[in-house]
Nanobody, 121 residues
Framework: QVQLEESGGGLVQAGGSLRLSCGAS????????MAWFRQAPGKEREFVAA????????DYADSVKGRFTISRDTPKNTVYLQMNSMKPEDTAVYYC??????????????WGQGTPVTVSS
């Protein structure tokens, strides 16, 4: 099973940008749908964005549509989440997931440990 590790989180001011990376090891992501989820303190984990294994389809939560972009670089075994125009409500721990499809956690067999993102106002 592929192992996933997120990186790139940190502190950013409202209106700023961050790019999260999800690197895979122990296997390839070539044929895996990939997604990002996030969980804010005291809230349920929620879907953020997804990209199909081929890269031909992307889905976004309404809350991030137009601001976030998910992409993948299969030769580098990496998935990215570019976050622009960030808002305080984007503050959360961001998780990378692979192997499923949909807006819930069901079906995603691989998960990273998460990287925290804090957006200050």
């Amino acid at each position: 099973q592929v192992q996933l590790e997120e990186s790139g989180g940190g502190l950013v001011q409202a209106g700023g940008s961050l790019r999260l990376s999800c690197g895979a090891s122990g296997g390839t992501i070539r044929f895996l749908n990939m997604a990002w989820f996030r969980q804010a303190p005291g809230k349920e984990r929620e879907f953020v964005a997804a990209i199909s294994w081929s890269g031909g389809r992307t889905d976004y939560a309404d809350s991030v549509k137009g601001r976030f972009t998910i992409s993948r670089d299969t030769p580098k075994n990496t998935v990215y989440l570019q976050m622009n125009s960030m808002k305080p409500e984007d503050t959360a721990v961001y998780y990378c997931a692979g192997g499923g499809w949909g807006t819930t956690e069901t079906g995603f067999g691989s998960w990273g440990q998460g990287t925290p993102v804090t957006v200050s106002s």
